[in-house]
């Protein structure tokens, strides 16, 4: 049986103290709607899914964001 840990419908849980987050050692379900285990599995495990945002859209969001950073240290 797979691991929850490397299924796509798992996602990894996060919290926050103070400034910093901290991973936390269970995981989400979105199938089940539920906290389960790192190690845990069932029946319904999906290989998780690597999806890029190779948009146009997107590159020129960082080409901007690039100029503001260089026009910033320009001023310094």
Do not use: H, P
């Not at 999906?46 to 859209?57: I, R, V």
Request: net charge positive.
């Amino acid at each position: 049986m797979e691991k929850c840990k490397a299924c796509n419908y798992c996602k990894m849980l996060y919290t926050k103290c103070g400034v910093k987050y901290w991973r936390e050692k269970k995981l989400y379900c979105a199938l089940y709607e539920k906290l389960v285990g790192r190690d845990g599995g069932c029946e319904t495990w999906q290989a998780q899914k690597t999806e890029y945002d190779l948009s146009s859209q997107r590159f020129d969001s960082v080409e901007e964001d690039i100029n503001i950073l260089l026009n910033m240290f320009i001023m310094l």
